[in-house]
């Protein structure tokens, strides 16, 4: 499979548990991107990777998340300190350098705080 | 409110018939895309349209761009009920960087 791979599915926690997601792109693509998607809404930017440099990050991302792509291949994005309202699909893609390409989305993480 | 806004938000049609989904944006663009979303699952990318085009096709799948009223529509002929998901327009601006997509429609096709 050359797709972008999330990991895991799903996860559920208990409020103020750390959680941490993987997310894979696809092997010769040097951007990848965080969005958050909660329910009857479309994609929300959270931050963007070109190669290990984390490029821009979006007011969403407060201070209890962070994400990182060490070695410009994979990246996590973690959460600490888990609220109910960070429960959302948090969906990774990839693309290739330069404006006008198209976005290669993985079938992202469900997250829910209980 | 995001940058895209969707209409209808809801469509329901007959198999067979033509869907026609409408996208507005706000600021100066690169390229406009719409992207399909089956339930609980990831965005599939269906076409992209620049900035200097006014129409694009792709089966059957057509997308007009008009800059000047910064709008897009996507029509979906001869509808199937596979075509059943939430379609979103997404906008890439100047900077190129991060896509920012609308709240969508979602689109029930009965067979």
């Known amino acids: 499979d050359t797709g972008v791979s999330q990991n895991p599915r799903h996860k559920i926690t208990k409020r103020g548990q750390n959680v941490t997601f993987r997310c894979d792109p696809i092997?010769?693509?040097?951007?990848l991107y965080w969005y958050r998607q909660t329910l009857g809404q479309g994609p929300e930017f959270l931050t963007y990777?070109?190669?290990?440099?984390?490029?821009?990050k979006s007011r969403l991302l407060s201070d209890r998340f962070s994400a990182e792509r060490p070695k410009g291949s994979f990246s996590t994005l973690e959460i600490q300190r888990t609220e109910q309202g960070d429960s959302a699909m948090y969906l990774c893609?990839?693309?290739?350098?330069?404006?006008?390409?198209?976005?290669?989305f993985g079938q992202g993480t469900r997250l829910t705080v209980v | 409110s995001q940058q895209g806004e969707e209409d209808p938000q809801a469509l329901s049609i007959q198999e067979g018939e033509n869907a026609t989904m409408n996208c507005s944006y706000k600021?100066?663009?690169?390229?406009l895309q719409w992207y399909r979303q089956n339930s609980g699952r990831g965005l599939v990318h269906l076409i992209l349209?620049?900035?200097?085009?006014r129409e694009k096709h792709s089966g059957r799948l057509r997308v007009t761009l008009d800059t000047s009223k910064k709008s897009s529509s996507l029509l979906i002929t001869a509808s199937r009920a596979a075509d059943t998901a939430s379609y979103f327009c997404?906008?890439?601006?100047?900077?190129?960087?991060?896509?920012?997509f609308g709240e969508g429609t979602q689109l029930t096709v009965n067979p």
């Open positions: 600021t100066s663009i690169n390229n």
């Open positions: 997404a906008t890439d601006g100047t900077s190129g960087s991060r896509l920012t």
């Open positions: 092997s010769e693509h040097n951007r």
């Open positions: 893609a990839s693309s290739p350098v330069g404006s006008g390409t198209e976005a290669f």
């Open positions: 349209i620049r900035s200097n085009e």
């Open positions: 990777f070109q190669n290990e440099a984390q490029l821009e």
